[in-house]
């Protein structure tokens, strides 16, 4: 039984659009979960889990933007006859775009440091690490 939460008008149906509500509602949903993760492999012992962490975190705040920037809306591209009615904000696809970017060159920049670490010390474990750099 799917709950009276998530029937859209599709399944009832109709061929109206999802409400916006439910979209916004599954989205939280989303960026809380990944948040979530994101943190429980931040606090791992292994270093390549937390960079991956690091990583969910930093694509959940991208999803987080383009959340608030506007699910609905026509497209940002004015045509001959206009815009009608609202239009999406295109800068905020643009940062979010950026961002994507600089995210995935840090994520193999870190990696690669990771696999770095391995090489010289022969463990990514955190602990170990620390107690060998202790030593």
């Known amino acids: 039984m799917i709950p009276r939460l998530f029937v ?3 399944e009832a149906g109709s061929s109206t659009p999802v409400p ?3 979209a916004q509602f599954v989205l939280a949903v989303v ?3 990944l ?4 943190t429980f492999l931040v606090l791992r012992r292994d270093v390549v889990r937390v960079v991956w962490g690091v990583t969910i975190i930093s694509q959940a705040a991208n999803v987080y933007l383009v959340t608030m920037g506007g699910l609905g809306g026509a497209v940002p591209v ?3 006859g206009g815009a009608h009615g609202s239009v999406t904000d295109p800068l905020v696809q643009a940062l979010v775009l950026t961002a994507i970017v600089i995210g995935f060159g840090t994520t193999a920049f870190a990696l690669v440091l990771t696999f770095r670490v391995y090489e010289e010390h022969g463990t990514i474990d955190l602990q170990d690490l620390g107690e060998e ?3």
């Open 8 to 10: 859209t008008a599709v």
């Open 133 to 135: 750099g202790e030593a």
């Open 31 to 33: 960026l809380g979960l």
């Open 35 to 38: 948040f979530a993760l994101g």
């Open 20 to 22: 916006e509500s439910n």
């Open 78 to 80: 004015l045509g001959h």
